[in-house]
């Protein structure tokens, strides 16, 4: 099964998780385009279509959004809460794919509408088996929600 083309959009401070999530990604023959962001304000700048990230034809809404929780300038947990306020955003799927396996963040974040938690693992063939996952899931059988452009005139 093929995935279909869409954009992924990773928000990952770690350059060696981002490095692992790429591979495994490769690994699993996953096409699908993605943009990495180092930092929770910078992800939404991207979902805001604001300042680079103005031109939607370089810089599309994502299909699916892998969310860090420990973020530089803004953490996951703010994003998803700025992300729930946004009409055109809300239903944004996301997975949170973090270290932490704290039940308040498990908690907080599912709260905020994260669709899915996912505690990064420490060997790479379980990250292969998760991105696999992923790809069957998120990437094809899922009937993704209809998004709409990000409003600057709605929510914050």
């Known amino acids: 099964m093929e995935s279909r083309e869409y954009t992924i959009l990773l928000v990952e401070d770690d350059p060696d998780?981002?490095?692992l999530i790429?591979?495994?990604f490769r690994g699993a023959n996953l096409a699908n385009p993605m943009r990495v962001l180092n930092?929770?304000?910078e992800a939404i700048a991207y979902l805001e279509?604001?300042?680079d990230y103005a031109d939607r034809t370089r810089h599309p809404l994502p299909m699916l959004m892998l969310l860090d929780l420990k973020l530089p300038?803004?953490?996951g947990l703010e994003v998803l809460e700025w992300r729930r306020t946004q009409p055109g955003l809300r239903r944004l799927p996301t997975v949170v794919l973090t270290s932490s396996r704290d039940h308040t963040d498990v908690n907080r974040a599912y709260d905020l509408g994260a669709n899915s938690y996912l505690v990064?693992?420490?060997a790479f063939e379980a990250l292969m088996d998760i991105v696999k996952t992923l790809n069957l899931?998120?990437?094809i059988l899922n009937q993704p929600p209809g998004l709409e452009p990000h409003d600057p005139?709605?929510?914050t």
């Open 17 to 19: 998780d981002v490095f």
């Open 22 to 24: 790429q591979r495994a």
């Open 39 to 41: 930092d929770g304000e």
């Open 49 to 51: 279509g604001r300042g």
């Open 73 to 75: 300038r803004r953490s």
């Open 120 to 122: 990064k693992p420490v």
């Open 137 to 139: 899931y998120w990437l």
């Open 153 to 155: 005139t709605h929510g």
